[in-house]
T-cell receptor, first 113, second 108 residues
């Protein structure tokens, strides 16, 4: 398996623009997680899905953030409108079940100028 | 969520030295993982170890779930071991919760 695949790897956008981050989990994994990493806050959970259904979105910072999982092999994280403070590395991860090993994608480094 | 504390926060070693990294957590866990974040930012799985002891080459880990801590041992360190080591835990009904990491620099 190719592992968790994220795109793009790097994104530079202007403040106010819409940004969409994409994730393909490992085939057969029922859980998908979105994390954000910043120097100030470390690695924090934004949202996670089980069988394509959002289970906990309490980590989503504002209404500007939204996430979807239209099918078992694809998820998006959208920021609209983007702000400079959204600059971070966004990771997607997946696991077979809630208590099994989670695997992370390579991350998307987002810069909002 | 479960609180995760890692120590030390920073560590500098000379190549060939051994080290022990510690992870304390505040509640019972169903999952505990150790990751290495390399200088390119990739999170690499080292161990999935909710309890017991595992070894993989120069690395080994032990989790004592009843006492709520885990240890990561690095022996004969190499410069390629540099990076940040994260402990992450998952309790009942939660996703993985990460510690702040231990930043390791191995010098030649």
């Amino acid at each position: 398996d190719a592992g968790v695949i994220q795109s793009p790897r790097h994104e530079v956008t202007e403040m106010g623009q819409e940004v969409t981050l994409r994730c393909k989990p490992i085939s057969g994994h029922d859980y998908l997680f979105w994390y954000r990493q910043t120097m100030m806050r470390g690695l924090e959970l934004l949202i996670y899905f089980n069988n394509n259904v959002p289970i906990d979105d309490s980590g989503m910072p504002e209404d500007r953030f939204s996430a979807k999982m239209p099918n078992a092999s694809f998820s998006t994280l959208k920021i609209q409108p983007s702000e400079p403070r959204d600059s971070a590395v966004y990771f997607c991860a997946s696991s077979l079940t809630q208590n099994t090993e989670a695997f992370f994608g390579q991350g998307t480094r987002l810069t909002v100028v | 969520g479960i609180q995760v504390e890692q120590s030390p926060p920073d560590l500098i070693l000379q190549e060939g030295a051994n080290s022990t990294l510690r992870c304390n957590f505040s509640d019972s866990v169903n999952n505990l993982q150790w990751f290495h974040q390399n200088p390119w930012g990739q999170l690499i799985n080292l161990f999935y170890i909710p309890s017991g002891t595992k070894q993989n080459g120069r690395l080994s880990a032990t989790t004592v779930a009843t006492e709520r801590y885990s240890l990561l041992y690095i022996s004969s360190s190499q410069t390629t071991d540099s990076g940040v080591y994260f402990c992450a835990v998952r309790g009942s009904g939660y996703a993985l919760n990460f510690g702040k990491g231990t930043s390791l620099l191995v010098t030649p």
